[in-house]
């Protein structure tokens, strides 16, 4: 599927650890910080820095597990490559675990700049961490999963008829209401479940925030689609998309930590706007970002049909971070939408 999906515009913002902040502190690599899969050493325990600070890293996909760092970053050198090393899971000394993606970031002439780590989960300064896998194959489907928007069980979901099903109801083939195309068929319903930690841990909007009939609860990234009457936010046009995760105020719109979640995810022959408990929300967009979430014998009739979903058509209508970080951008964005 390579071959017929647009690489994505829009970067990809994920907070990361640099290596230094997270070193061996026992074992065979003493003294050594986080490094890239052929340098690892099972077993090896590993402590947070008592001072590490994450930061914010932008990348544009270019091609399977490579990126290019955004002008827009706060960590890295614009323009050079990043790649995906691996997945690792560490084990604390309570018997959990966590994922830690390994981002490597490399110069023009290919030698290694920087390395960082992505944990999946809330890590804890000062905290021993034994290394105890190594996963090179499954890091893409680990990073997807961070992209893909989606929703949870439950979520009503509104057809064709005008009725609202539960997403977990629906079937391929269904008729989903959209706000541009009418109804459409569902061409493929994706699930996982995972652990609600971290950057997987979902957003809860309240009901009745941004005018939903009820909680809806979905996935950090997953954009809202904000018809403004008035423009009280200042975002210069009157169709937005907002990411749920930019409307956190710990009030009315937070995120659920803990335990595990079922997220849903539904494709359509174009990326849609589609209803969730009453309000517009994006369908999955497949690009160079969540294609590895899709399983691999997804038919080539499917594969031809995706060639229509187009990363960029809707760039223009995204709100920045910097835009939405107010407390009250929910309370505004429900003002704006109601005249």
């Given at each position: 599927?390579?071959?017929?999906?647009?690489?994505?515009?829009?970067?990809?913002?994920?907070?990361?650890?640099?290596?230094?902040?997270?070193?061996?502190?026992?074992?065979?690599?003493?003294?050594?910080?986080?490094?890239?899969?052929?340098?690892?050493?099972?077993?090896?325990?590993?402590?947070?820095?008592?001072?590490?600070?994450?930061?914010?890293?932008?990348?544009?996909?270019?091609?399977?597990?490579?990126?290019?760092?955004?002008?827009?970053?706060?960590?890295?050198?614009?323009?050079?490559?990043?790649?995906?090393?691996?997945?690792?899971?560490?084990?604390?000394?309570?018997?959990?675990?966590?994922?830690v993606l390994v981002l490597v970031e490399v110069d023009?002439?290919?030698?290694?700049?920087?390395?960082?780590?992505?944990?999946?989960?809330?890590?804890?300064?000062?905290?021993?961490?034994?290394?105890?896998?190594?996963?090179?194959?499954?890091?893409?489907?680990?990073?997807?999963?961070?992209?893909?928007?989606?929703?949870?069980?439950?979520?009503?979901?509104?057809?064709?008829?005008?009725?609202?099903?539960?997403?977990?109801?629906?079937?391929?083939?269904?008729?989903?209401?959209?706000?541009?195309?009418?109804?459409?068929?569902?061409?493929?319903?994706?699930?996982?479940t995972v652990r609600a930690v971290g950057a997987l841990?979902?957003?809860?909007?309240?009901?009745?925030?941004?005018?939903?009939?009820?909680?809806?609860?979905?996935?950090?990234?997953?954009?809202?689609?904000?018809?403004?009457?008035?423009?009280?936010?200042?975002?210069?046009?009157?169709?937005?998309?907002?990411?749920?995760?930019?409307?956190?105020?710990?009030?009315?719109?937070?995120?659920?930590?803990?335990?595990?979640?079922?997220?849903?995810?539904?494709?359509?022959?174009?990326?849609?706007?589609?209803?969730?408990?009453?309000?517009?929300?994006?369908?999955?967009?497949?690009?160079?970002?969540?294609?590895?979430?899709?399983?691999?014998?997804?038919?080539?009739?499917?594969?031809?049909?995706?060639?229509?979903?187009?990363?960029?058509?809707?760039?223009?209508?995204?709100?920045?971070?910097?835009?939405?970080?107010?407390?009250?951008?929910?309370?505004?964005?429900?003002?704006?939408?109601?005249?």
């Amino acid at each position: 599927m390579s071959d017929v999906i647009e690489v994505a515009k829009q970067p990809q913002a994920v907070t990361v650890y640099d290596s230094a902040a997270f070193c061996v502190t026992n074992g065979a690599n003493m003294g050594d910080p986080l490094s890239f899969a052929d340098e690892l050493q099972p077993d090896d325990i590993y402590t947070l820095d008592a001072e590490a600070r994450r930061t914010r890293l932008l990348l544009r996909p270019v091609k399977d597990r490579q990126f290019l760092i955004d002008a827009q970053s706060e960590a890295g050198t614009p323009t050079h490559r990043v790649i995906l090393d691996s997945a690792l899971t560490f084990m604390s000394p309570d018997g959990s675990t966590t994922e830690v993606l390994v981002l490597v970031e490399v110069d023009s002439a290919g030698d290694v700049e920087a390395v960082y780590a992505l944990p999946l989960a809330p890590m804890v300064r000062r905290g021993d961490y034994t290394l105890v896998g190594v996963d090179r194959e499954n890091a893409p489907l680990k990073l997807a999963q961070v992209a893909c928007v989606s929703f949870t069980r439950g979520t009503m979901i509104t057809v064709a008829s005008g009725a609202q099903v539960p997403i977990e109801e629906l079937e391929v083939g269904d008729r989903v209401l959209t706000r541009d195309d009418g109804p459409q068929e569902v061409r493929w319903i994706g699930q996982t479940t995972v652990r609600a930690v971290g950057a997987l841990a979902p957003i809860v909007i309240s009901a009745g925030t941004l005018n939903n009939a009820g909680d809806l609860v979905v996935s950090p990234d997953h954009r809202l689609f904000i018809y403004q009457r008035q423009d009280h936010l200042g975002a210069g046009r009157s169709e937005l998309l907002v990411k749920a995760r930019h409307l956190v105020n710990e009030d009315s719109v937070y995120q659920m930590q803990g335990g595990y979640v079922d997220y849903f995810q539904l494709i359509f022959d174009d990326h849609q706007i589609i209803y969730a408990e009453g309000i517009a929300a994006e369908s999955l967009l497949v690009d160079t970002r969540t294609r590895d979430a899709l399983p691999r014998e997804l038919s080539k009739s499917l594969a031809d049909k995706l060639r229509r979903h187009n990363p960029s058509a809707l760039r223009d209508y995204e709100v920045t971070e910097r835009l939405l970080n107010r407390p009250d951008a929910a309370a505004v964005l429900r003002k704006s939408s109601t005249g």
